[in-house]
């Protein structure tokens, strides 16, 4: 199996970028847009939970893989694994909110519901050449 990877300081880059602009209330020259659940990327990131949930249990790791941003630390993919495998997991799981910042970095909301609750789990994710892809647990 051939999988093409991001330089690993791109997407820590990337990820640096979008915590710094929320946390310095995304200043102008770092553009924040709110996408709605109806926009390409909301359905793309649909199709990709659709395809972990439908992979489970015995294809799980292989369509993490596939989905999943390279380049990640071992700690990073864990993290991203584990939220990953709950989302897969859950009775339900749908996108509520996505948001960009800048060209290549997106937030998504996703509501995740069990037969006992009902969560929000935050997930960032990058655009590459194949397309979205996660990059962890926000």
Known sequence: ????????????????????????????????????????????????????????????????????????????ARSLRDALVRIAAAESAQVVELSRFGEKVYRAVIEVRTAEASEQVCMLLVSTAEGLRWAGPN
């Open 1 to 76: 199996m051939c999988r093409t990877t991001i330089n690993s300081a791109a997407v820590a880059t990337a990820i640096a970028i979008a915590a710094a602009a929320c946390l310095s209330g995304c200043a102008k020259e770092y553009r924040h847009k709110k996408l709605g659940s109806d926009s390409p990327e909301a359905r793309q990131i649909g199709e990709m939970i659709a395809a972990l949930r439908s992979a489970k249990p015995v294809g799980l790791e292989v369509a993490i893989a596939r989905q999943s941003a390279g380049g990640l630390s071992q700690l990073q």
